[in-house]
């Protein structure tokens, strides 16, 4: 699935399969911070902390956001919020079905 076709899957209810890392950026492209937050939150994986910590970046709590990008093992990117979107959905979208990492 493309990074588009995954933005405009926004309808109804989430792809099957998605990890709770990719189901987290669903549900923020849908606008529902909090289920995004709690899907994000859920998944113990460092991609599921990247997301975690672009949601807190994008809410403006940068010491939260700053702690979950050191847990992602990921610097605080200089992009904007949507650029940072778009690169977390390509990134985990190519690891695997549907953002599973590959082992």
Not at 10 to 39: C, F, I, K, N, V
Request: net charge negative.
């Amino acid at each position: 699935m493309s990074v588009d076709e995954f933005r405009e899957s926004t309808g109804g209810q989430p792809p099957r399969g998605l990890s709770g890392a990719l189901l987290g950026l669903w549900h923020d492209s849908r606008g529902d911070w909090a289920a995004a937050h709690e899907a994000a939150q859920a998944d113990g994986s460092a991609d599921g902390a990247w997301v975690h910590a672009y949601l807190h970046r994008k809410e403006g709590d940068l010491p939260n956001s700053g702690y979950w990008y050191r847990r992602a093992g990921r610097s605080i990117p200089t992009c904007g919020i949507e650029a940072e979107w778009a690169q977390i959905a390509g990134e985990l979208l190519a690891g695997g079905q549907h953002g599973e990492a590959a082992r």
